[in-house]
Structure formats: C-alpha cells, structure tokens
C-alpha cells in the first residue's frame, strides 16, 4: 500500500530537525519512524480505519506522530486541548469518537475507549469513503461550539507545492485551524516546529531568541499585549522574519506600533474560518490593513459589503448545526468588508457592528483610536443597549496606572472630540478589573 504524500515528504528531510519540544528535540527520521510507530500500535489496539479518535495534547513529538499516523490511518481526528476540558464530554458525544488518546507533560500517554455507535449521517458517509476526517470545534462565543467536520485530506492538498523552510513557533494551538495549518505548512517543507508550553509575551520572545524563530503566528491581541510588555526590548529577536496575524482584525494603531518595533520583520494578515481552513493571502504592504484572499480553489465575492466565499476546501458540514452553506456552494463569512480593486479591509463582523441611531460602528475603528490615548494598556469597544438610539459605544479600558474614572471619561471625550464623529464616540466608560481576552488571545466583547 503506497504512504500518504505528506508522510512521503518527510523522508526528504532526513536528519534535520522536526520538532523541538521541552529540552530536546527530534529529526525528520525520527518522526517518520514515530508514524510506524503508532501505526503498529494502533493496529494492536483495533483501531481501524474510519474510527474517530480524539487527541489531546499539544504539539509535542508524540502528539505530532500520532495525529499523521491517524491521518494514514484513516481516521476521523478530534484534536482537543486543555482549553477544552470544561466541554470535553459534550465534544466527546459530538464527535461521536470511539477512541481517545490524552497526553500529559511529560509525552506520557493513556488510552480510553468510548461504546458509542456512529449515527450521524456525515460521520457514515465520510467513513463509506475511507479518508481521513478532521473535526475542529468553533469558539461558541455566540452559544454551543459547532463541530466542522472536514475531508483532511482536501485541507493538506494546497501544502503539496513546496514553500518557505522556516523556523516556525506553535502559538495558535492543535484544536485550530491556524494550528493545524502551521504544523503542517513547516512540516510538508522541511522546517522546524518549536513548541512552548505557555504563551506569554516573556516565554514567546524568550524562544524566539534562543531557537532562532523565524516565523511568529498570532493574533494581533497577543501581539499588543507583547508591545505593551516590553519584552521584544529585552530579548534577541533578530532572527524574526515574519509574523503571521489573524483570528480578528487588527487596529491600525497597533499594526502602525508593530512596524515602528520591528522595522526587519515582515507582518503579514491572515484569513481562515473552521469552516473553510486557512485561506492564501497577501497583504499589501507590512504597514497595511489592505490584503488580498484566495488561491486556487477560491472564490470570493462582496454582497451588501459581506464577504461571501466558495472554497474547495470547505468543510462537509456542521455535526450539530445546519448547514451554513446556500444552493450553490457559497458561505456567508459574516464579516463586513470594504473593497479596493482585487484587495479586502475586513472591518468586523456584522454581529460586533454597532448600530448607532441607524450610523455603523465598527469596534476596531474606535479600538485603534482610542489605543492612542496616555495610560490605555487595551481597550475593548462593544454596542450596548439604548432606549433611544437603540445601541451606543462603550468601551472598558485597561490601564497601566491607576486613574480616576471621571478623569479618564473627560481625557477619552477631549481626545476623541477630533478624531471621531459624536455617534463614535464611547456614551458609556468603564475600567477593566481582569482580563479582556480569551484563551486564544483573542478580545472577548462579551466581557467588556
């Protein structure tokens, strides 16, 4: 039986160095032999194709082995996280796996077995055809997390065209579609993947200067919280060449910060939805909002200034929700957009659009004026409900120094009387007490 194209690209690397992980790290071969590895095992254990598996963990050389062996496997691959332990029983029921394997700190590993019977319609056809699958989970920051089940070997088609080798940081985690795509994009072209066990602004740029990082992918709130540190001024980061940035958008006021910190690194905007993998893209310049989406298999159009886009590489569907999908194959992003010839800006999404006394307000617009104010570590902007205008702007604030509320509403209001149109304006003015993000380093308007 010929190997899949992914674990043939591995013999190509031989002896260079995969993944680094903890105090040590592996090559090329080693990960290969790994893959047979787990593939006897598996096949000890009854673990056959179609069988949905769960793995927990992070990218360490284990966990790595495991997941392309479960893809040669032919598995239908639940990848969870730490993050997700507070739902891991509904994921479990969702996902209908019949197998899980949970890793710990130290690589070690334990193995469950769940007596469930596969029903869903989805899971039975994707099984009849005997590919791999990949289920990855939403943030269900607007209810349930959705279950996006996907054809994974469609998804690693677009890494057959070799690319940049690159010393690449494992920021965005397993469970994400980011995640997956940048363990398989450094893998499928020889370089290497440095996993940490946390991501702090310290412990990120404490690896950048000691393993020689090339590639940073993040979020641009983990990006401003980095500034705000000050830790990219006490380590060595020269080795940076490019950074990766997506999730949400991105304030102009930060992206104007980030050039001025790092004038050798290229920044680079992001587009993927669990829904439709990580899309191509290019921004216009380091310093612009501006960037262009697609690729082969793409395509994109603008209805009513929402992004619409037709993949290839969509997922089969939701396991616990209609399908998003309308007659013809195209899905609504939800993300409101402006146009420039062939390039996107992506404003938000319509659910965080605020709808002043019938005036649009876009969060991040506000955000990015309001970042360049004294004293504001980070603000997150939201709508809140008004009897008369039927929304207004609030914003909570994080400080580097204690201030008093009356004195930061009259510094917010004098800052903002030249800058933004008075329905801009934040109406309501509060101080963060903790934090304003998610697990994923991503702003939480819930919370504001």
Not at 303 to 310: A, K, P, Q
Request: with cysteine; glycine share 8%.
């Amino acid at each position: 039986m010929s190997r899949h194209w992914v674990i043939e690209r591995l013999k190509q690397w031989g002896d260079q160095e995969a993944i680094l992980w903890g105090q040590g790290s592996v090559n090329y071969r080693w990960l290969r032999e790994e893959v047979d590895r787990w593939l006897e095992r598996l096949a000890q254990e009854g673990v056959s194709a179609g069988q949905g598996v769960v793995l927990e963990g992070d990218y360490s050389p284990r966990v790595c082995g495991l997941l392309l062996a479960l893809m040669e496997n032919r598995n239908i691959i639940v990848p969870l996280t730490a993050a997700a332990a507070t739902q891991r029983d509904r994921f479990l029921e969702i996902g209908q796996a019949q197998v899980s394997f949970r890793f710990g700190r130290d690589d070690d590993w334990t193995m469950e077995r769940f007596p469930v019977q596969v029903s869903h319609p989805l899971l039975t056809a994707l099984r009849r055809e005997g590919t791999p699958g990949l289920i990855l989970f939403s943030s269900g920051s607007t209810g349930e997390p959705k279950a996006a089940l996907h054809r994974f070997d469609r998804l690693l088609e677009k890494f057959e065209t070799p690319r940049q080798c690159l010393r690449t940081l494992s920021f965005l985690l397993l469970d994400h579609i980011g995640g997956i795509n940048t363990l398989f994009y450094t893998l499928t072209n020889g370089g290497t993947v440095i996993s940490i066990e946390a991501r702090s602004p310290e412990t990120v740029c404490r690896a950048i200067e000691q393993y020689r990082i090339e590639l940073l992918p993040t979020s641009p709130t983990f990006l401003n919280l980095l500034l705000i540190s000050g830790e990219q001024q006490r380590h060595d980061l020269s080795s940076l060449r490019l950074v990766t940035y997506g999730t949400e958008p991105m304030p102009a006021a930060t992206l104007n910060r980030l050039n001025a910190a790092f004038p050798g690194v290229r920044f680079q905007q992001t587009y993927g939805l669990s829904e439709l993998g990580i899309l191509r893209s290019k921004s216009k310049d380091s310093d612009s909002l501006w960037v262009k989406i697609g690729g082969a298999g793409i395509e994109t159009k603008v209805v009513d200034n929402v992004l619409w886009i037709r993949s290839r590489y969509s997922m089969l569907g939701y396991l616990n929700a209609p399908s998003p999908f309308d007659a013809e194959g195209w899905f609504n992003t939800h993300d409101v957009v402006e146009v420039d010839g062939e390039y996107l800006r992506i404003l938000g999404r319509e659910t965080d659009l605020i709808n002043v006394g019938g005036e649009k307000v876009y969060p991040t617009e506000i955000e990015s004026i309001l970042l360049q104010m004294d004293n504001v570590r980070d603000v997150v902007v939201r709508g809140e409900a008004n009897p008369i205008l039927g929304r207004v702007v609030a914003a909570r604030f994080s400080l580097f120094e204690p201030e008093d509320l009356d004195s930061l509403k009259k510094r917010v209001r004098q800052h903002c009387r030249e800058k933004l149109s008075r329905w801009k304006t934040p109406a309501k003015i509060e101080i963060a007490e903790g934090p304003e993000t998610t697990e994923r380093f991503k702003k939480d308007r819930s919370a504001a």
